[in-house]
């Protein structure tokens, strides 16, 4: 027997919170979790700031990487086998692909993307078909098989079902970090029976499909999703922390740019800057490392870049008031960033507007023009029905518009009145703040 | 602020009117290829390259009210044509949006349907890959809109002509 069918001489289990128990038997999974590159996610939090506001939330992408595939394989084991539908020779492919789904992941991801303009979804396949230690482990199960893992989760695999496993609109990663999120964040929203849903999962050609019988099961996992997303993904105190990491990592590079001499140099972040990242660059980079600088810049001398590190690191964070952008309050706005100016606060780093589509968590929507597959129930007469025309709850919130957008601004600094007490004052009247 | 909002309502305003998400989803992603600044992050989903933050931004824009969503029944389905309101244009007006070359391209692209642009865009997102690869990708992945040989080097020189208008003068 191959490297691909080898089976470690005694099952391992990880103790996990949400799943009890994460089980390996291949050996391929074992040798994959032990790289450098799956381990360096174990210092890449799963929910980035989230963990200011929730201070539960410090688990990281190793263990959500680990619940994935722990789902997967149960699917894969459990219920996808012996169906007719389901190619066994597709299980290793599947249970990589769960485990690694995660792997280009960057320190803070979502502010790091969008200042460095970068895409985690790449990394993960520079990592998979690169030179790394997780590619070498690949190769040892067939000249093709990185390739393939990569095309999974890059959802470019002809195999769709495969493919819907990890990526559709009820798969093992949601199904996760719903549930491990809503743990340690300690919310009680987020719960489903994950068990059930297993259960009444069956394999099609192109994605999985859930028995009639399970739909109270599947409202409960799109309820939780719905709720999650508002009280946990959306909460305003954690993007206010998102929005100064946002202008900690413009203002380092701003000043990069400008030819200022950092008292503690930036070397993990120069070839960012210089928008020439290599695999080698980026896999150096996790949350310790920025973390370190973060504290490290509270003694520069730029007076806008130590504040903002003392900011996040010490949890002073924005405050924030409703906005809504019509004309009217675009006005206001531009009132403000020229009070801001007159008072010596400078509008681009310490007034921000941020709207929900700034994070892109996405909602339950029946198929639009095929742009998305919905989730499809399959009726004892062997029908197949799209979710929201049986479910009435289903039907009420998917595809429902809900925006927010929030103006950050920091109160301590307005209410200082030792400097520029009037302009303050007209300041804090615009934002409607008490005196 | 609210640059990429408004960069969505500008390209919505100089198409006029665009019919259909999926269309919309592709005219963007084109653009984005082409290397005009729009900075929503697409994925390749079962049908091609599609943007949850572009849907999201939308639909923040409708209820906004600077963009106007009709709906529209087709066979079987529901087509969503956008166009931008004068709440809109008052927004834009205050926007500093430039982007000159972007009027050609995207009025070029709105005069294709959605089923070539689907085949664009897709040829342009397996960018790195040979012709060769590129062409069994879509007969793999996109098996079902049976797109043809001569299609797939139609969209090659399409997005050549497109280069051109978008390279600015």
Redesign the interface.
């Given at each position: 027997m191959g490297y691909s069918g080898e089976k470690l001489q005694e099952e391992k289990v990880f103790k996990d919170p949400v799943h009890r128990y994460i089980h390996v038997r291949d050996r391929v999974i074992w040798d994959l979790i032990g790289t450098k590159e799956f381990q360096r996610l174990r210092r890449i939090k799963q929910l980035g700031t989230t963990y200011l506001t929730f201070h539960g939330a410090e688990h990281s992408r190793l263990s959500h990487s680990l619940g994935v595939y722990e789902i997967v394989r149960r699917i894969v084991d459990d219920v996808f086998e012996g169906r007719p539908e389901w190619k066994p020779e597709e299980r290793l492919l599947s249970l990589c692909a769960a485990l690694l789904h995660d792997l280009g992941h960057g320190p803070f991801s979502h502010s790091f993307e969008k200042v460095f303009d970068l895409d985690h979804e790449q990394f993960t396949q520079q990592i998979i078909v690169g030179d790394t230690e997780v590619n070498k482990i690949l190769l040892r199960v067939g000249r093709d098989f990185p390739k393939k893992v990569a095309e999974v989760i890059a959802k470019t695999y002809k195999g769709k079902l495969v493919v819907s496993l990890i990526s559709s609109q009820i798969d093992a990663d949601r199904m996760d970090y719903l549930q491990r999120d809503a743990y340690f964040t300690g919310v009680s929203y987020g719960h489903f029976d994950m068990e059930r849903l297993l259960r009444v999962m069956r394999p099609r050609e192109e994605h999985a499909v859930i028995k009639q019988s399970g739909m109270h099961a599947v409202e409960d996992y799109i309820m939780s999703r719905y709720q999650m997303y508002w009280q946990v993904y959306f909460h305003p105190v954690t993007r206010s922390a998102e929005v100064i990491l946002t202008k900690i990592l413009h203002r380092a590079k701003h000043l990069y740019e400008s030819g200022y001499e950092f008292a503690q140099e930036p070397h993990h972040f120069y070839s960012l800057f210089k928008g020439e990242v290599t695999l080698t660059d980026y896999l150096k980079m996790d949350e310790s490392v920025m973390l370190y600088y973060f504290e490290a810049w509270e003694e520069e001398n730029d007076a806008i870049l130590k504040d903002l590190c003392t900011r996040f690191v010490n949890r002073k964070l924005f405050k924030y008031v409703e906005f809504h952008p019509s004309n009217s309050q675009m006005n206001r706005l531009m009132e403000l960033r020229t009070l801001f100016k007159k008072a010596g606060i400078d509008p681009d780093y310490y007034l921000v507007v941020d709207s929900s589509s700034d994070l892109p968590y996405d909602f339950y929507r029946p198929g639009e023009e095929e742009e998305r597959l919905p989730i499809h129930l399959l009726k004892n007469n062997g029908e197949i029905r799209e979710l929201s025309r049986e479910s009435e709850i289903v039907d009420a919130i998917s595809g429902k518009r809900r925006t927010d957008h929030k103006l950050y601004y920091p109160a301590d600094l307005l209410r200082d009145e030792s400097t520029k007490k009037n302009i303050k004052k007209q300041i804090r009247k615009l934002l409607e703040l008490s005196d | 602020?609210?640059k990429d909002?408004a960069n969505i309502i500008n390209a919505i305003s100089t198409a006029g009117e665009i019919s259909?998400?999926?269309k919309l989803?592709k005219i963007v992603y084109i653009a984005k290829k082409l290397s005009f600044p729009f900075?929503e992050?697409f994925?390749?989903?079962?049908?091609g390259p599609?943007s949850?933050?572009l849907?999201?931004?939308i639909?923040?824009l409708?209820?906004?009210?600077y963009l106007n969503e009709v709906r529209e029944k087709k066979a079987g389905?529901y087509?969503y044509c956008y166009s931008i309101t004068d709440?809109g244009q008052?927004?834009l007006s205050?926007q500093e949006v430039e982007m000159p070359a972007l009027e050609a391209c995207l009025q070029d692209m709105n005069e294709q349907n959605?089923r070539f642009l689907e085949l664009v865009s897709t040829v342009l997102y397996?960018d790195t890959l040979e012709k060769e690869e590129v062409t069994e990708?879509i007969f793999?992945?996109k098996s079902k809109q049976k797109y043809t040989l001569e299609e797939i080097d139609e969209a090659y020189e399409y997005i050549e002509q497109l280069k051109t208008k978008a390279k600015p003068n």
């Open positions: - | 602020m609210f909002h259909g998400r999926k989803q900075h992050k994925q390749f989903h079962f049908y599609y949850e933050e849907t999201l931004r639909e923040e409708c209820e906004m009210g389905y087509q709440a008052d927004f205050i959605a397996f990708k793999t992945l």
